[in-house]
Each structure stands twice: as structure tokens, then as C-alpha cells.
């Protein structure tokens, strides 16, 4: 009897009875491939990985609870992120474009790991030589750290019932692939089952996984989404190809908050971390130029002074155009709106465009009035001064409403030198930073009054 095929996305996993042209899921075209029922059949999760006894269900109440424990990575930066620490037996996910510096930053964490744990770094890309240099380049000696250059995921499973590590490393998730499957590495059903089989080794054995993804051309991890919704932890590790800068976030964190980054420098022994990001962000910042201005975000609990640009010229075209790199572009289409409607400047004919300087995303609206600022700077040709910061949100009918935790922001903000703020006029009565000139504002008008 004819097995019954199932066909598969192999862009996001999903199923489907028939094949399409065009996945109804994600969108992509010529992504579903078929897939017989009965290879899958044949490509168990091997028992090796299982370490946690079967199953039984019991009430809520008499469950019994532990303290997580936590143990320090030797990188500050990455600690914040991971929410204080890594856990033991958790899986965690690191993702990033190539050549951004994933292997870099999990080769010098074993380095100290290796120091009180026994770890084990797993590469399908390179060898132990290539990984031995790197290491010597990066300083990285790892006495208890032992390599195994492995794409076989069942013999990388017999390499950790040998070794018996406390932390496991695999570089990359895309390059394993299991006995039994005919799919090639790196497909959705090779990835499916090599994180289901890490992830019971992580939760069976309390080893803690730390798994390398690389990211396609839509800038998403590659492989099936699931995989996103198996591991506790999701980082991702961003930055711009030509800059030095690097910048770490989490997009889940089943052990901590997502909303912290970690700021490092890319350097020719490794990656250093940047303990203030902020002055990272404003270095090189020109003086008496017109169409830049500050603001301060918050990332996590850490506030964080970012330097918007803003380019306002005439066109030649029927059409403006415009575009916006590091600012939501919706937004920065609404604020141009708001700009000509409510603060008269007549910006329709003209291109914009709108850049946050270093490569960092902003995407709390307290950026909103900095925006403002350096769009009506441009177009006016009118600095704004240097010593003049911009925090707040703008309400499409003109309004500058308050934002969260402004006292901690406007400290952060005096304390890299800045000694006048544009503030929403609500919420500033009870604030007081000695040396510091607040300046409230309640519509846009009276913000742009600020550059006659």
C-alpha cells in the first residue's frame, strides 16, 4: 500500500495535505517540498538524549518548587540579557547574521566557563584546528574545554555521554542532522528533530545547550519557527557589517525580561564589552549641525542616549521620497504628518529621511519628539543645541505626552553632559536634577520654538 505524503514548508515548518505554490503561512513561494509520513516515522528521537523519567500528572499545589539556579557566563553584557546568569539545563538559541560574531562570543564564554565547568564545543562548520586557531588569536586557553567537530547529532550524543559536560555548545543547529532521515542538514525536518533531541538532553540531563542559528535573507532565524518555540531563549546578536559595534537582545527569555541589550565591541582579540552604551552611541557626534538631536530610551532598566539624524531636501521627483533606518517606518511616517499639519512646515514636497546613528533600533515612542526635532532642524537648517536633549511622545494632534520613568531617563541624560531637556509638560512638577534646566513643552509648536 502507497505511504501518504505529507507536504512541508521549508521555510516555516508548516504542513499541508496538497502541495501549493505559495505557503499560506509565512508567504514564500516554492518553499513546499513533500515529505512521506513514513520517513518520519523512521527517525525517532534517539533514547541516549531522554534522561527524565516518564511522566505523571499531579495537582498544582503539590508540585514542588526549586530555586533556579544561575551561574555567571564571565561576560557582564550577556549576563543582563540572559536576565542574570544562565541556567542550568536551559536551551538556549543565539542567532545573528554571518560573520557577526556568534562563535566569537560563545568561544570566550567557555573560556571561563571551562575554568569551573566542564564544557563541550560542538562545530559542523570548522574543524578542531581552525577552532584551535581562533582560539590562540582570541587568547582563549580552555583547560576544561574539550572540541568534537561533528555533523552526526547521534554521535555528538554519544560524545556527551562520554564527556559528561555541564555545558554543551553546538555551532551550528543547521549543520546537524540525524541517522534515518533523508532530508539534508540544515532542512525543516532535520532542524525539528536535532532541537527536540538537545532540548531532552537539556532538560534530562541539566546540561545547559547553547545552540548557534543562522539567520536567511528576511533577517529570521533559518529553519522551521518552531524551532523559536522549543529552546527557553532567544538571543540576537545585531549590528552593522562596517561598524565595530555589536549589540545583544533577547526576543524570549522564559527566565527573564526581553526588553535588556548587551552592548560589545568587536576588536581584533574578540569581543570587549561596552559597560556604557551611551557614550558609544554619541561619540563622533558633530557639533552646530543641523538635523540631529538626542533622546533617551530605555532598554530594560538601563537608560540609553541615542542620536537621531534627520535629512530634509527638495525633490525632484512627483513622488518624495523617504525612508527610516532604526525608527519604525510607520512612525516616522506619521510624525512627518504631524509635523506639516500641526507645526506648519510645509514638508510635503520634500524627501526625508531619518537615521539612528550606531545601528540601534528604537522602538519606544519617548523617541518621538527627538524625531521632531531633527526633522524641523533639517528643513529649517537651524541647529539644535548642543547641549539641548528631547524626550517625549507626539499624539497626532500635536501634543507631547509623558512617558515613564522620566526621572531616571533626565539623570542619565545630565549625566553625559546635556544641561537643558525638552519634557512633556506633564508629570515634570516633582522632578528635580540640580544643574539641569527642564524645559516643558505641551504641543509640538512650542517645542519648534526652540530652534528660532
Known amino acids: 500500500m502507497k505511504s501518504k505524503a505529507i507536504f512541508y514548508c521549508t521555510n516555516c515548518g508548516n504542513e499541508f495535505p496538497k502541495w501549493q505554490g505559495r505557503c499560506p503561512g ?26 527524565r523519567p516518564v511522566g505523571r500528572a499531579m495537582p498544582l499545589s503539590q508540585v514542588e518548587m526549586g530555586e533556579e539556579i544561575r551561574f555567571c557566563t564571565g561576560m557582564g553584557e550577556l549576563d543582563r540579557v540572559l536576565g542574570g546568569g544562565a541556567v542550568k539545563g536551559s536551551f538556549v538559541l543565539v542567532g545573528g547574521s554571518p560573520g557577526i560574531g556568534k562563535s566569537t562570543l560563545m568561544l570566550q564564554i567557555c573560556d571561563t566557563l571551562s575554568a569551573s565547568y566542564r564544557v563541550l564545543y560542538v562545530s559542523g562548520e570548522e574543524s578542531a584546528r581552525q577552532i ?43 549543520t546537524m542532522y540525524q541517522d534515518g532521515s533523508e532530508s539534508l542538514p540544515g532542512s525543516v525536518a532535520q ?31 533559518a529553519g522551521p519557527k518552531v524551532l523559536e518555540h522549543i529552546v527557553d531563549c532567544v538571543l540576537s546578536f545585531e549590528g552593522e557589517q562596517n561598524l565595530v559595534y555589536r549589540i545583544l537582545r533577547a526576543t524570549k527569555n522564559r527566565f527573564g525580561a526581553t526588553d535588556e541589550i548587551g552592548v560589545f565591541e568587536m576588536l581584533d582579540s ?58 519604525d517606518y510607520n512612525r516616522s511616517m506619521l510624525l512627518l504628518a504631524v509635523l506639516e499639519k500641526r507645526g506648519g512646515l510645509r514638508i510635503g514636497g520634500c524627501d526625508a529621511y531619518i537615521n539612528v546613528v550606531a545601528g540601534l533600533n528604537l522602538n519606544e515612542p519617548a523617541a518621538d519628539l527627538a524625531a521632531v526635532l531633527a526633522l524641523a532642524s533639517s528643513f529649517r537648517d537651524r541647529p539644535v543645541p548642543d547641549d ?28 553625559l553632559g546635556f544641561h537643558k531637556c525638552l519634557v512633556p509638560a506633564r508629570g515634570v512638577k516633582d522632578i528635580d536634577i540640580p544643574g539641569m534646566q527642564l524645559i516643558p513643552v505641551r504641543n509640538i509648536r512650542e517645542a519648534l520654538a526652540v530652534l528660532v
Request: with cysteine; charged share 20%.
Open 26 to 51: 509565512c508567504g514564500s513561494w516554492n518553499t513546499i517540498v513533500e515529505q512521506p509520513t513514513e520517513s518520519r516515522s523512521r527517525n525517532p528521537v534517539p533514547s541516549v538524549s531522554s534522561g
Open 132 to 174: 584551535k586557531l581562533r582560539a590562540q588569536r582570541l587568547g582563549v586557553v580552555g583547560e576544561g574545554m574539550y572540541l568534537l567537530a561533528e555533523t552526526n547529532l547521534n554521535q555528538v550524543l554519544s560524545s556527551v555521554e562520554e564527556v559528561k559536560p555541564d555545558i554543551l555548545v553546538v555551532d551550528s543547529i543547521q
Open 191 to 221: 532542524v525539528k528533530a536535532c532541537a527536540m533531541s538537545l532540548m531532552e538532553l537539556a532538560k534530562g540531563n541539566g546540561i545547559t545547550v547553547f545552540v548557534i542559528g543562522h539567520i536567511n535573507k528576511e533577517g529570521s532565524i
Open 270 to 327: 574578540g569581543l570587549r564589552e561596552v559597560p556604557n552604551p551611551s557614550e558609544m552611541l554619541l561619540s563622533g557626534r558633530p557639533a552646530g549641525t543641523p538635523g540631529s538631536c538626542v533622546t533617551c530610551v530605555m532598554e530594560g532598566v538601563r537608560p540609553v542616549l541615542a542620536e537621531v539624524q534627520a535629512l530634509v531636501a527638495p525633490s525632484s521627483f512627483a513622488v518624495p521620497r523617504r525612508t527610516s533606518n532604526g525608527i
Open 388 to 415: 539641548l536633549a528631547a524626550v517625549g511622545e507626539v499624539g497626532l494632534t500635536g501634543e507631547i505626552r509623558s512617558v515613564s520613568v522620566l526621572g531616571q531617563r533626565l539623570s542619565e541624560i545630565h549625566r
